[in-house]
């Protein structure tokens, strides 16, 4: 059974960070794409960050470029997404997907494979 399962979301002050991971099972996705993507109440899920299956390119939403960091290990089968200076406007449930191609990779229809999200709340 394919399992992607994301950890480290929590309650953090505004200014403050958090490192979520994503960890992998049932299969390697080294040769796919990973992505973050979150959704907050009464908005549609929206992209994140993408990171190629090398990780040699990497893409953001303007709204977090600059602040957060996309990472890959495959060698654990794990992708993380850095959060840093938060705002509270990044509150949302943050979601984890793979993906077997990067064409489209900001649409969350590209994606193969999904965690079960976990909560960010950003305080003022």
């Known amino acids: 059974q394919v399992q992607l399962v994301e950890s480290g979301g929590g309650l953090v002050q505004a200014g403050g960070s958090l490192r979520l991971s994503c960890a992998a099972s049932?299969?390697?996705?080294?040769?796919?794409?990973r992505g973050w993507f979150r959704q907050a109440p009464g908005k549609e899920r929206e992209f994140v960050a993408a990171?190629?299956?090398?990780?040699?390119?990497?893409y953001y939403a303007e709204s977090v470029k600059g602040r957060f960091t996309i990472s890959r290990d495959n060698a654990k089968n794990t992708v993380s997404l850095q959060l840093n200076s938060l705002k509270p406007e990044d509150t949302a449930v943050y979601y984890c997907?793979?993906?077997?191609?990067?064409?489209?990779?900001?649409?969350?229809?590209?994606?193969?494979?999904w965690g079960q999200g976990t909560q960010v709340t950003v305080s003022s």
């Open positions: 049932g299969r390697t996705f080294s040769n796919y794409v």
């Open positions: 990171i190629s299956w090398r990780g040699g390119r990497t």
């Open positions: 997907a793979a993906a077997n191609s990067d064409y489209n990779y900001e649409v969350s229809q590209t994606y193969n494979y």
